[in-house]
């Protein structure tokens, strides 16, 4: 991840000649913005706000503890089975790259297929393709509460069999 990180710095944009400026912004007009004391007017502008996960409210998830897609890359231990929570781009992403690294994953999503946004004919074939790697998929299913037992975190699925896992990856 460090190595990569320079190409998205804002220095990198600099060097490229976009002015970059940091901080709280607020549209005054249709080619106004207002970042902290400056006021910037613009033909064309990019937001770029960068994205923080989203943690569901579901009951014990913060006492057993889980993962996102940001604190993923900060473990020094692959864990022997995941369950992810999520079917997106972001969750199908770190759940094809566990399950290559060895780790065996479960995926749970509410909708009723992956990639539920997205072209229901490619996110049928690629089920089936990382069905084939080895990933396990729970459809239709809400994750309704998280407990810490023996060891293990325990996922309970609205009108489901509960799923025991080593680690829990939020990336809904």
Same mark, same amino acid.
């Given at each position: 991840?460090?190595?990569?990180?320079?190409?998205?710095?804002?220095?990198?944009?600099?060097?490229?000649? @976009?002015?970059?400026?940091?901080? %709280?912004?607020?549209?005054? %007009?249709?080619?106004?913005?207002?970042?902290?004391?400056?006021?910037?007017?613009?033909?064309?502008?990019?937001?770029?706000?960068?994205?923080?996960?989203?943690?569901?409210?579901?009951?014990?998830?913060?006492?057993?503890?889980?993962?996102?897609?940001?604190?993923?890359?900060?473990?020094?231990?692959?864990?022997?089975?995941?369950?992810?929570?999520?079917?997106?781009?972001?969750?199908?992403?770190?759940?094809? @790259?566990?399950?290559?690294?060895?780790?065996?994953?479960?995926?749970?999503?509410?909708?009723?297929?992956?990639?539920?946004?997205?072209?229901?004919?490619?996110?049928?074939?690629?089920?089936?393709?990382?069905?084939?790697?080895?990933?396990?998929?729970?459809?239709?299913?809400?994750?309704?509460? @998280?407990?810490?037992?023996?060891?293990?975190?325990?996922?309970?699925?609205?009108?489901?069999?509960?799923?025991?896992?080593?680690?829990?990856? @939020?990336?809904?």
């Amino acid at each position: 991840r460090a190595g990569i990180a320079h190409v998205d710095s804002a220095s990198r944009f600099r060097d490229l000649g @976009v002015d970059v400026f940091l901080g %709280d912004g607020q549209f005054i %007009d249709s080619d106004t913005v207002q970042v902290g004391e400056t006021t910037l007017k613009f033909k064309k502008a990019v937001i770029a706000t960068g994205a923080r996960p989203f943690v569901p409210p579901i009951e014990g998830l913060e006492e057993a503890g889980y993962l996102t897609y940001e604190s993923l890359f900060e473990t020094d231990t692959l864990p022997d089975r995941v369950t992810v929570l999520g079917a997106g781009p972001i969750g199908l992403e770190m759940a094809q @790259v566990l399950s290559r690294l060895g780790a065996e994953v479960t995926v749970v999503e509410m909708q009723d297929r992956i990639l539920p946004n997205d072209d229901p004919d490619v996110a049928e074939r690629l089920k089936a393709l990382l069905e084939a790697e080895g990933l396990h998929f729970r459809l239709g299913a809400r994750a309704t509460a @998280v407990r810490a037992e023996e060891g293990t975190k325990v996922v309970e699925v609205e009108g489901g069999t509960p799923i025991r896992g080593d680690e829990i990856l @939020v990336a809904v």
